[in-house]
């Protein structure tokens, strides 16, 4: 059967199907471009020029995010900025202030 083992991502390891998932469902560490960690409530920073998709925007370098929420991706922070709804930026393009 090709169901006795099932590929776990997270770890990168096959397992038996009937095992029970891992206990790092909790929240993922998510980690700034210089490896800082991030919490919700956190005031980020822009270390590159983004160009928002169907905001006709460019976020600047340098530019200040306020109150980051954290998501269940390790990679991805959701925040707000001003004339822009539903912003997700990626934790790699952001430094914690």
Do not use: H
């Not at 776990?8 to 490896?35: H, I, K, L, N, Q």
């Amino acid at each position: 059967m090709t169901d006795d083992y099932v590929y776990d991502e997270a770890t990168g390891e096959w397992g038996p199907a009937g095992a029970a998932a891992p206990a790092g469902d909790e929240a993922a560490v998510v980690r700034d471009s210089v490896g800082n960690v991030l919490a919700d409530g956190d005031q980020v920073t822009l270390i590159k020029d983004l160009t928002v998709k169907g905001a006709g925007q460019t976020l600047k370098r340098g530019t200040l995010i306020k109150s980051i929420r954290l998501t269940g991706d390790a990679q991805e922070i959701d925040c707000r900025y001003e004339g822009i709804k539903g912003l997700v930026l990626r934790a790699e393009f952001v430094r914690k202030r």
